[in-house]
């Protein structure tokens, strides 16, 4: 059975679930939503209210700076000590930087601790779910100017290893189309700053995982709001 499968058949039952998920600051969540609720938040009032899975528990591991690596070496705190059903991992945006990180990572081995990670989880009994990170303003971050690149990466590891994935970086690439040179991943409504997304882009990556995650639910408020949300950073009034 694959992963698809596997979710769609766990949120038929009626079992508790429980979904960790984890990455770096933009799941983390802190500052750059202004007060507004992030992405994992999001997907909680979805599953535990619209979809009406009150014994689920969604639990945010994630931790703002981190890298790959570092999961991997926590990876019983991050992940296992949950006894999780569905694992979800963004990351990939430190991970890419020419500055912040040193030694620089290679996309090579990035690729490999990817495949380690979708690994781990497998072998704690859980669903992965990869998601690429979002983009950034390479004319304010140069630095993450390789963020394409492993974005690549990752859709390579899942589509090997058979893995849901949630391209955000296609879709904030598509969204910002024509926004101007150097903004070829990403759009001023989605960003709060060079490669944080603000709360419209928040909303936008909740969509796209719900959607990977194959979670549709007719008359939903929060798919309502969520879709609202980004429209309205698509025509911004001073567009």
Do not use: K
Request: proline share 5%; charged share 20%; glycine share 8%.
């Amino acid at each position: 059975m694959t992963d698809a499968a596997r979710l769609r058949a766990l949120l038929e039952s009626d079992a508790p679930l429980t979904w960790v998920m984890t990455g770096d600051s933009i799941t983390h969540g802190l500052i750059h939503t202004r007060g507004a609720r992030n992405y994992v938040d999001h997907l909680h009032e979805l599953i535990r209210g619209d979809l009406g899975r009150g014994q689920d528990a969604v639990i945010n591991t994630a931790i703002s700076g981190w890298r790959l690596p570092l999961i991997l070496d926590d990876f019983e705190r991050r992940v296992s000590v949950w006894r999780p059903d569905v694992v979800t991992l963004m990351i990939g945006t430190n991970d890419c930087s020419t500055i912040w990180v040193d030694p620089v990572v290679d996309s090579v081995s990035f690729g490999a601790d990817v495949a380690a990670f979708v690994a781990q989880v497998r072998e704690a009994g859980a669903i992965p779910v990869l998601q690429t990170p979002p983009g950034a303003d390479l004319l304010h971050a140069p630095d993450r100017g390789r963020i394409g690149e492993f974005a690549q990466v990752m859709r390579g590891v899942a589509e090997r290893a058979s893995v849901v994935i949630a391209d955000h970086y296609t879709f904030f690439a598509e969204f910002s189309a024509g926004t101007g040179p150097g903004n070829e991943a990403t759009s001023w409504g989605l960003l709060d700053d060079a490669f944080h997304p603000n709360a419209a882009g928040q909303a936008a990556i909740a969509l796209q995982l719900a959607r990977a995650l194959g979670i549709d639910v007719t008359d939903s408020r929060v798919l309502t709001d969520l879709t609202a949300r980004v429209a309205v950073a698509r025509h911004p009034l001073w567009g």
